[in-house]
């Protein structure tokens, strides 16, 4: 009879226990089931995907919360002979809109695009009328970094929004809102931009760097440009090249010279050795810095390099 009992008892809480875990099963599953749900939720949102870094960022600021957007290339990539991964290649594959800058910057782009498959593209720069570099072998080519000039990086965006309302139409409003806004913070970047180069008296506006990214800025802000070679994608510093350059430096009296984060200042340390002129510091044209950088944004990337350049031309450094 105890025996029974006992049995009873353990055969009571057996299915207690078994009531108790099932009801946990029930509720891991349902969190389970949430978290598929949410995850579904992310990934409904159409995938952007930009060349680099700068782009990515522009696009961010007018896509808001609707898209996802991601740079192929990361933070300090040489973009102009970047060569896509595998990885690149398979994350391409399920993008909603492909974001490339154009006049010849990504050289790798067109295959890229290609290999992804029938993915929509848009090219930033088409319908812009581009500068053209005016020597070297690129004689006669268009220069590509129209994105160092707020004023042409406002192009950008009109292009931006025609392509976001294409994969989403149901965001058209939130796009033009959004750029709206992002164009209202270019403009003023503009302005901040045009008085802080007008200190820099007239002998001293040459802006000596080691690619010819600045091309767009100098020309929209009354400057004159030289560098050691037109497009990274040509980077060879030849003895001529540099021969060259350092007459320019000499001639001018120019104080101070630059170079770029996305490549090596070796030969323009070697350029302020033999001309006497200063490193003015380096800067940001093809790639964002990190986010504790002083280049985490596009509008803190021109605000670091005009910074740069009035330190280095209007005070004694």
Not at 256 to 281: D, N, P, W, Y
Not at 292 to 301: C, R
């Amino acid at each position: 009879m105890i025996i029974k009992k006992q049995v009873n008892r353990y055969t009571h809480v057996f299915f207690k226990l078994s009531s108790c875990i099932f009801l946990a099963l029930i509720i891991y599953g349902c969190k389970q089931i949430k978290l598929v749900e949410s995850d579904k939720k992310v990934s409904t949102k159409p995938l952007v995907l930009t060349t680099f870094t700068v782009l990515s960022d522009i696009s961010k600021n007018v896509a808001g919360d609707r898209l996802t957007v991601q740079s192929i290339t990361k933070q300090g990539a040489e973009i102009h002979g970047y060569k896509p991964t595998p990885s690149d290649l398979k994350q391409a594959s399920v993008a909603d809109l492909i974001v490339e800058n154009g006049l010849g910057l990504e050289l790798w782009a067109e295959k890229y695009t290609s290999a992804a498959g029938n993915i929509p593209r848009v090219v930033l720069t088409d319908g812009m009328q581009p500068l053209l570099i005016s020597g070297d072998k690129y004689k006669g080519k268009p220069n590509p970094h129209a994105w160092m000039s707020p004023k042409r990086a406002m192009h950008y965006v009109d292009k931006l929004v025609e392509a976001f309302i294409e994969i989403d139409p149901l965001g058209e409003k939130t796009f033009i809102e959004n750029a709206k806004v992002y164009k209202s913070k270019l403009q003023n970047l503009d302005k901040e931009l045009d008085f802080a180069l007008k200190r820099i008296p007239a002998e001293k506006r040459l802006l000596v760097t080691c690619e010819g990214a600045f091309s767009y800025l100098a020309k929209d802000y009354g400057m004159n440009e030289a560098y050691l070679w037109p497009v990274n994608a040509e980077s060879q510093v030849t003895p001529k090249r540099m021969r060259d350059l350092i007459q320019i430096i000499k001639s001018t009296k120019v104080p101070a010279v630059f170079c770029e984060s996305t490549v090596s200042s070796k030969a323009q340390l070697e350029v302020v050795r033999i001309s006497g002129a200063k490193f003015g510091g380096t800067f940001y044209v093809d790639s964002l810095s990190g986010p504790s950088g002083p280049a985490s944004t596009f509008i803190d990337l021109q605000r670091h390099n005009v910074k740069l350049i009035v330190n280095a031309l209007v005070q004694p450094l």
